[in-house]
């Protein structure tokens, strides 16, 4: 009875599944990436436009969740089984490494080289082209215009005007930034780290972060969260969308957070600061220098798309000048093409005066490119998460951190090439 | 005497009380509108709305995952039920050697925790295209859900009395035919039920559905209910309105059935 | 003959049994689908090793057990306790019976949502009434502490399973021969004596029976922690089930993945074995 129930089985099974995916002629694109307000309608439209100009190629949006770790946990779950959609996806700029190290992602042409340099770098593995650069992100200090007269130079300034501010109100922290245990607060410690003049990695590629700069860099910060300090203890919960409501609310002198608060905060509709906010870069510490911290997005093609040409010219279409251009009006993100920044154009379309961002494009520095990032991360998050809420030390943290990396990267295989591109 | 009485009849009270208090809540929860439940909700509810299950069939287009839930399990149904009653009428029945240890062999892998075939069973279906499928699925599940199937299976089919084959095969018929016209009629109260246990089972199965399903289009009710995502804070009442949903069917099941569920789950465990 | 055992014996073999194996053979390899540069070389016990030298692991071991050594005993002692009670109920037993099959029959994942629901720090009931009674603080979240936490989980697993366990015993009170009580109270024996004398020992291999199935399915906990705090805060509720769970599907270790899927499995089989050993035969060898 089983056996002749089997073939039964897989007649209904198949029945069952041809509704999906294609008898007929269309050409089915997924595309999978962040569709968070402003973003998602822009994505959305551009879709469509490409659509319209490949007769018989659909192209659809593929919802994935707004949390980066938990989009690219879904990533991973789908490019390991080998599934054929999203063809085109929506990389965070540290991914990209070890997607192409795992070998989920297709080598592309890399004849376009009009892209920001730290971007560009970021999209090879070991010398092959594997993403094109998006947008790119920087971290950006918020201000509140009302309350001062001009945007803090240095870290000691930005410590004091936030302490008296806060103490004296209206708005009852001085700062806030991210520091929940994950990716945002490692963004935000490479901003301290850069200020004190630290490194994560050096030029070898070997772990640094446990030198006497990142150590004052993190006592800095967690001096900051005690008493007497200027930061919220709060902040060890927030990602961007906490700190970014706290700010919206009037509740914060500064922010430190991404360039797509921006556009959220001038609503007036829902912000209570629109209009009464600029933004600078994050201040310089003992080394004197402005430091940002880079983020954005490339375009990969999974290896398993079934369309992998037509997946290629999609990315290739949101890349172009065109649309980053409109991208940057809409959604407030900076392309990542560089000649687009002699284009006034670019300074029409982004809502953020241009000057104020330039300084923070210019000194954006990279977090470590290798396929282990992720992880490696993991042991920078916990680490600092411990120091900041008072589980360790600094000092220990960083030690525990940098031998736990160094480790990793020797399990790996990656003990000589270290973090580098 | 009356007081002791007394006693256990309140008590009986409120312990059914506290068996069907989350059932309670979870209904009367997902009837609750969203401004509402954001405080503590009353006891007693004063407002109902349907907007919960509204917004659980339009946008979150629930009857997906019950589409892939009812295939699944009936797939698996179909496939494991069969194969388990024959196994367990060789059992009781025939008289071959080790037929103790096979029992026992069966029963031990039901025993076997889900993670530790996961590794294989996801390389293998793999390779084979069949993750994110419905074969995907029944596969694994008709391994699991048979062992249980057997058992009590098994267990009937001894109760049954031997003198009806052996009458039907004096009279000239093969052991087959008199399985299926003079056993097969008697065992039908066994089948039905190891087949609603075998449902059961697939409706509610979470390890395997979670580790082989990638997305809405195949994922099963435990698992699109699980990874509901509102943008800042789990959506409660979309949740909860699932919750209902997945429980209606197992409800009604357990109702029409339950003195041959019990019947079936305590045959095994309670007598030799 | 062997026609008929074939089919489920090919389901048993392709399904579970050799999958074991390839799982313990895979536990020896090293494995991590994300290098793949790295191959999948033979390396012993180097999992193991790896895993014994493991906090996570430590942890997550000590949280498989001491949830079985706790959820079992309170399991069976509540479903021994409505046993009682619902054998005494001679009026709307169905009823009784119903209302004790429903947790059981439902989804574990359900159960899990609405405890998790009950307990939430903000909207939960369950909360509110601890609060309102002085029990707990204002600001008390119960899946932000790494001991709270544990409670939502072992009472939406307690909920779903003690109804159970009753309807189980309730079987097995019925088949105790109710003249035996009759001549003991003649003999003068209050309800206490006989339920030490009488009902304990005639129940115990039912009771034997329910905590071995019990205590199985505790060490393989899984789906309600994965619901209510996914095995947090941090990792303090993380099973050993989970831990292998994340190893594999988030941390593509398959290997390291794999040996812990086979401590895990060699945790349930050998609480069978020590089981089956000491309390009997009991379980598989009357049947055959």
Sequence with gaps: MPRSLAPLVCAVAAALSAGCGGADSTVSLTFSGSAVGPEGEVVSRQLARFAEQHPGVDVSLRVTPDAADQR????????NAHAPEPDVL?????????????????????????????????AHWRGTLFALPWFVDVGLLYWRTDLLESAPGSLARLRDDAARLAASGPARFGLVWQG???????????????????????????????????????????????????????VLAWQEEQTRFAFQNGEAVFMRNWPYAWALLQDRAQSAVAGRFAVAPFPAGENGRFTAALGGAELAVSRWSRHPDLAEALARFLTAPEQMLERARLAAQFPARRSLYDDPALADALPIPLEQVRDALDAAVARPVTPVYTELSEILQVELHRALSGQATPEAALHRAASDMRALLARSGLADEGARP | MNAFRFLRIAAAIALLGLLLAPIYWMVVSSLTPEARLFQAPPLVPRAITLEHYRALFGERQFLVPIRNSLVVAALTTLLAVPVAALCAYAIARLEFPGRGLLLALILSVSMFPQISIVPPLYLVLRTLGLLDTYPGLVLPYVTFSAPLAVWLLTGFFRQLPRDLEEAAMLDGASRVRALRDVVL???APGV??????????????????????????????PVAVTLFRGRYQVPWGQVLAATVVATIPVAVFVAAFQRRIVAGLTSGASKG | MPLLVAPALAFILAGSLLPIAATAWEALHGHDLRLP????????????????????????????????????????GLGLGLALIMQTATRGRSAVRLAALLPWAVPTVVAALVVRFMFDGQTGVVTAMFRSLGLIGPAFDWLVHPLGAWVPIGVADVWKTAPFVAILLLAGLQTIDPALHEAASIDGAGPGRRFLTITMPLLTPTLVV???????????????????????????????????????????????????????????????????????????????
């Design chain 3, 37 to 76: 540069w790295l191959g999948r070389p033979f390396i012993g016990l180097d999992n193991f090793v790896e895993a014994a030298g493991d906090s996570r692991f430590r942890a997550a071991f000590v949280h498989t057990v001491a949830f079985a050594a706790v959820t079992v005993p309170v399991e069976l």
């Design chain 3, 210 to 288: 329910a905590a071995a199935f019990r205590a199985l399915d505790a060490l393989r906990l899984f789906d309600v922690v994965y619901v209510i705090t996914a095995g947090g805060p941090g990792t303090a509720t993380e099973p050993l089930s989970l831990y292998a769970f994340i190893a594999l599907m988030q941390r593509l270790r398959f290997g390291y993945g794999s040996a812990l899927s086979v401590t895990v499995f060699l945790l349930t089989f050998g609480f069978a074995l020590v089981w089956v050993r000491t309390l009997g035969r009991s379980l598989v060898g009357e049947r055959a």
């Design chain 2, 192 to 221: 039905a039920t190891a087949a609603i246990l075998t449902f059961l089972y697939c409706w509610n199965e979470f390890l395997f559905a979670l580790s082989f399903t990638l997305g809405p289009d195949r994922q099963t009710v």
């Design chain 1, 180 to 234: 929940a245990r994950y990716e945002g607060l490692v963004t935000v410690f490479l901003e301290h780290l850069t200020a004190f003049g630290g490194r994560i990695v050096d030029a070898g590629g070997q772990v640094v972060v446990d030198e006497p700069a990142a150590i004052r860099a993190l006592t800095f910060m967690r001096d900051a969260l005690g008493a007497g300090g200027f930061v919220p203890a709060s």
């Design chain 1, 72 to 79: 690219h946990q879904l990533y991973v779950q789908w490019l």
């Design chain 2, 185 to 187: 009629p008697l065992a």
């Design chain 1, 90 to 122: 929506q990389l965070d700029v540290i991914w990209t490494a070890e997607f192409a190290g795992a070998g989920w992602i297709r080598p592309l042409e890399g004849g376009d080289t009009d892209f920001v340099a730290a971007a560009w770098q970021a």
